[in-house]
């Protein structure tokens, strides 16, 4: 059974930084895409980042392009998220996810599964992020 754990959220004001962290358990990484997603009150979830080992690729969403940065440690089974230049907007409920790839594409469907299918994968419990002015 896939299990995943966040932690590393909290409060912090805007132009700050907060590093989550995913422990994973009950798979490898080898062909599973991992990653963050997250979601506001009244927004749709959206896909932030995810990565496979695989290939070495991660992929980004627009709006935290620049600002955030994930690792995948293959060996201790946990996938980092590095938050920097903290916006408003980036507040929210983060979930950790993993993925097959096949169901991913190998990254490119990440996004929109995350919107329309999320069930296809598996997330924790989520971790809440907020950012004051």
């Known amino acids: 059974e896939i299990q995943l754990v966040e932690s590393g959220g909290g409060l912090v004001q805007v132009g700050g930084s907060l590093r989550l962290s995913c422990q994973a358990s009950g798979f490898t990484f080898d062909n599973y895409a991992v990653g963050w997603f997250r979601q506001a009150p009244g927004k749709e979830r959206e896909g932030v980042s995810c990565?496979?080992?695989?290939?070495?690729?991660?992929y980004y969403g627009d709006s935290v392009k620049g600002r955030f940065a994930i690792s995948v440690d293959n060996a201790k089974n946990t996938v980092t998220l590095e938050m920097n230049n903290l916006e408003p907007e980036d507040t929210a409920v983060y979930y950790c996810?993993?993925?097959?790839?096949?169901?991913?594409?190998?990254?490119?469907?990440?996004?929109?599964?995350?919107?329309?299918?999320?069930?296809?994968?598996?997330w924790g419990q989520g971790t809440q992020v907020t950012v004051t002015a």
């Open positions: 996810a993993a993925f097959h790839l096949n169901i991913v594409g190998g990254l490119t469907r990440f996004p929109s599964v995350i919107r329309r299918a999320p069930a296809f994968g598996s």
């Open positions: 990565a496979t080992s695989k290939t070495g690729r991660s």
